[in-house]
């Protein structure tokens, strides 16, 4: 018996022996997969976070790109009015009452005028001015001697 404890007492510090030159192979291998772990996890973060910001930038540009359509397609609307209100200025009035809503059709306009321009609207000087299909739009053309072709 006496053999036979030690025989399993060799083995048992054969096992920690083998266990211990073990340890720290498994131990590198653990720390050495926990690093590339959180390598990994880092890549995940900061791509998450790059799309993040690509979302938030690509949402920014869509919303002013929707305000601006909103804008042109709001002021081809009113334009017409604006218009229309100009011919109401150049015709003549006689009448002091005639005069007195003359002016007040004004004070309309100018109203109007103030109102597009907060919206980022300014008029463009035409008259005269080459055209420019960039900055124009032409209804109609007309042949006049009296000015260059393809004059506003």
């Known amino acids: 018996m006496d053999k036979k404890k030690e025989t399993e007492k060799e083995v048992n510090e054969a096992e920690e022996k083998t266990a211990a030159e073990e340890a720290p192979e498994t131990q590198e291998s653990a720390e050495d997969k926990l690093r590339q772990e959180l390598s990994e996890q880092k890549d995940k973060y900061l791509r998450l976070l790059a799309e993040y910001d690509n979302y938030q930038k690509r949402t920014q540009r869509e919303k002013a790109a929707r305000y601006a359509d ?48 907060k919206l980022g609207v300014k008029p463009i000087k035409a008259e005269g001015e080459q055209f420019d299909p960039n900055v124009h739009n032409a209804v109609m053309h007309i042949e006049d001697e009296n000015v260059d072709d393809n004059t506003v």
Do not use: W
Request: charged residues 35%; without cysteine.
């Open 70 to 117: 909103a804008v042109v397609d709001t002021v081809e609307k009113l334009l017409p009015i604006g218009d229309n209100l100009e011919r109401a200025l150049k015709t003549e009035v006689t009448s002091e009452d005639a005069v007195k809503f003359k002016e007040g059709v004004e004070m309309v306009m100018k109203q109007f005028y103030d109102a597009l321009e």
